[in-house]
């Protein structure tokens, strides 16, 4: 993206220049620089050294320069422009993405923030494994790693959603680098024999292809935490920084000491991800597990959550919200630091039509993890939607896709709550049309992929494919919530009026009233508001 809007004003990175309704703003250039890069970094914590790095490359400065910056930058932009930029104690500086748009070229698949100058950065790539049927154990290490990793304030660790999406590709590592922008790139493999596990690791230079340090494991399986540890401090000693104690107290508060609890929450990770029924319930009863044999694994118990409030929203399962809303609670109590808990309970306010408690769990959510893709699609598809706050929605949805490259989700939301006519609407479509292909050719028996790319393929107008898409959807999984919510979309776009309202109706027999609220606002049913029978379909249960 070239130009960028936020708070009465624009930013066109090309020509160097700040507008606002009455003209150009004048800034000096090195607060330009540094507005730029904010705008260029949105949602993402960015430390002080990072900023100065960025802004004075090679040149010691004071932190008054830094904070004269962010002065002049807030006196350029105004009232208007009050918490765009805010301060994080003890952590550096953050832009609003929820108040930045862009304006003009769609750009597919952002790229992760580019390298600092005297900042080691590292992708941790997914790790080999000696059987496909073992992948969620190998992901989750790697992904472990990665969350080390990302603690240290003097490392820039890629986001595993980044470094997955190379997974099954056939690429040398200086191009996944290039692609990354990283330097370092972590490569492994793990076998596992019975109790025990062999986990080879290396760090390469990813320019120059020169091996680092590499690394054999071969331990009892009880030993896989301390396995990530050794591996972790490598790593870091590598690129010549280390761990803050806080920063390995985290690490060790967010895990279990129980291993066979470890491994059931690392098969409930991979499954949940589906979003199916099936995948729900089986990753519900593996999260169950892992909170049975650890009662104090406190993701074990947001992972629940997560999986109690999709089953009954989406899939109409009858699960009482106040039933759901004590583990969630548990989860925030066990470990206060864990974003995972507050987005949990956020989802779990919401099922309790506590709207206001539930947003500020998710900003908290936010607070501690800006990067969070779970946080910025929840709070988008839950509290956000039903708020019908679409301009919010779109631009925490714009987050999600950006953090997570396979998400196909998000862009359909996108391309469905736009504005009519805005030229970005057949790109977003597109993307998801993209993504979703690619996720239903790993997963046909997946419906999800197929009805999200059937909608999006009727807001490009290509009515056939749409319905073969919806009709391959329907096949696999004709009573998914979502499918059919879908059904009812992509008919009502094509002026279906009997077909929309068939699966409307289907539909709202199964979910809770606040989801029934939330169909009723949906853009995707603007051509069939007005028929009586919509409001009547979803009228207010308790009417």
Known sequence: MAVFEFAGHTLDLNQGRLRNAAGDVA?????????????????????????????????FVSDDSLSQCLKDIRNALGAEAEGLIRTIPRRGYVLDEERLHTIGQHEEAPLPPADQPNKPSIAVLPFETAGSDRDWFSDGIAEDITTALARSRRLRVVSKNYSFAFKGRSMRGNEIARELRVRHLLEGSVRLVGQRVRISTRLIEAQTGDLLWAERFDRDMADIFAIQDEITDAVVHQLETELLAEEKAAIRQARTANIEAYHYELRGRQLISALTKFNLLLARRM???????????????????????????WHGDAVPADVILPIAEKALDLDPSLPE???????????????????????????????SYEA?????????????????????FRVAARLRPDDYVSPMMIAGFLPKG????????????????????????????????????????????AHAWLARALAI????????????????LFGEVEEALHYVAQAARKVPQNTIDMLRNDADFDAIRDDPRFSEILRPRDS
Request: net charge neutral; aromatic share 12%; with cysteine.
């Open 341 to 371: 808990a507050y987005i949990a309970y956020g989802f779990a306010l919401f099922g309790n039509e506590r709207y206001d408690e539930a947003e500020r769990a998710y900003r908290q959510a936010l607070a501690l993890d800006p990067n």
């Open 477 to 492: 999984d004709p009573d998914d919530f979502i499918a059919q919510v879908n059904a009812a979309g992509i008919h009502a």
């Open 376 to 396: 910025n699609f929840f709070f988008a598809s839950t509290i956000v939607r039903f708020r019908n706050d679409r301009k919010r929605m779109v631009s925490l």
């Open 422 to 465: 805005d030229p970005e609407r057949p790109d977003w479509a597109r993307l998801c049309v993209e993504r979703a292909e690619r996720a239903a050719r790993l997963h046909p028996e997946d419906a999800s992929p197929m009805h999200r790319a059937a909608f999006a393929f009727a807001h490009l107008g290509e009515k056939d494919k």
């Open 27 to 59: 800034l000096r250039p090195k607060s330009l620089s540094l507005l730029t890069y904010f705008v260029r970094n949105p949602g993402r914590v960015i430390a002080k050294d990072e900023l100065v790095q960025a802004v004075w490359p090679d040149t």
């Open 287 to 313: 999260f169950a597990k892992a909170a049975e044999l650890d009662p104090s694994y406190a993701r074990a118990h947001a992972s629940m959550v997560i999986c109690d409030c999709y089953l009954r929203d």
